[in-house]
């Protein structure tokens, strides 16, 4: 089966830094996706590892470790508009166009 | 590039009818998916379509419900005889070429049932 754990929700104050945690255990593994996702709206793609290591994009930055099943995505200097659920998602290792997605992250930004 | 788009946004009907959602994926994407997602809860995988074959479909979807992309562009998901418990937004991506893309999202179609 696939299990990929999010925390439920997370607050944070604006200019701070959050990490958003992931971990999975899934079957198969080929790779794994950051999306956001505003209340009401298309989830939209934040960024992608497939190899362990940290991918930076901006303010946004996300981590991979493989043998540990473990991923994280860290956002840096908060903005209000950072308010939104994030998604992890882990595409499969045998169909590449399967994607097993978190229950995801509602991260509250106050000021 | 006007990306995905979803029509209707908003479903409301009585139970035992049918449904019907319309996608239209970013013109340029060979794949389309469906998802379902219920709230507080991550998308659900319905179906796969590469061009016009529907190569992959999740045992979430019943015999109730059955989805096409008969030219490979836009898709329908037809839901039949609904149930309460097929209120939920359903999601339409799509994707293009390699693996390494990511799919892009269309805003959604809430179905709510009476």
């Known amino acids: 089966g696939q299990n990929i754990d999010q925390p439920t929700e997370m607050t944070a104050t604006e200019g701070a830094i959050v990490q958003i945690n992931c971990t999975y255990q899934t079957s198969g593994f080929n790779g794994l996706f950051w999306y956001q996702q505003h209340a009401g709206e298309a989830p939209t793609f934040l960024s992608y590892n497939v190899l362990d290591g940290l991918e930076e994009k901006g303010r946004f930055s996300s981590f991979l470790s493989r043998s540990k099943g473990y991923s994280y995505l860290l956002l840096k200097e908060l903005q209000m508009k950072d308010s939104a659920s994030y998604l992890c998602a882990v595409r499969d290792e045998y169909n590449f166009n399967k994607f097993y997605f978190g229950s995801g992250t509602k991260l509250n930004v106050k000021p | 590039d006007t990306g995905v788009s979803q029509d209707p946004r908003h479903k409301i009907t009585k139970r035992g009818q049918n449904v019907t959602f319309r996608c239209d994926p970013i013109?340029?994407?060979?794949?389309l998916y469906w998802y379902r997602q219920t709230l507080g809860q991550g998308p659900e995988f319905l179906t796969y379509?590469?061009?016009?074959?529907?190569?992959?479909k999740s045992r979430l979807l019943s015999d109730r419900f059955s989805a096409e992309r008969p030219k490979g562009s836009f898709s329908t998901l037809e839901i039949q005889r609904t149930e309460q418990g097929d209120s939920a937004m359903y999601l339409c991506a799509s994707s293009f070429g390699n693996s390494n893309q990511p799919q892009h999202f269309g805003d959604g179609t809430r179905l709510s049932i009476l």
């Open positions: 379509f590469q061009n016009e074959a529907q190569l992959e």
């Open positions: 013109s340029e994407h060979n794949r």
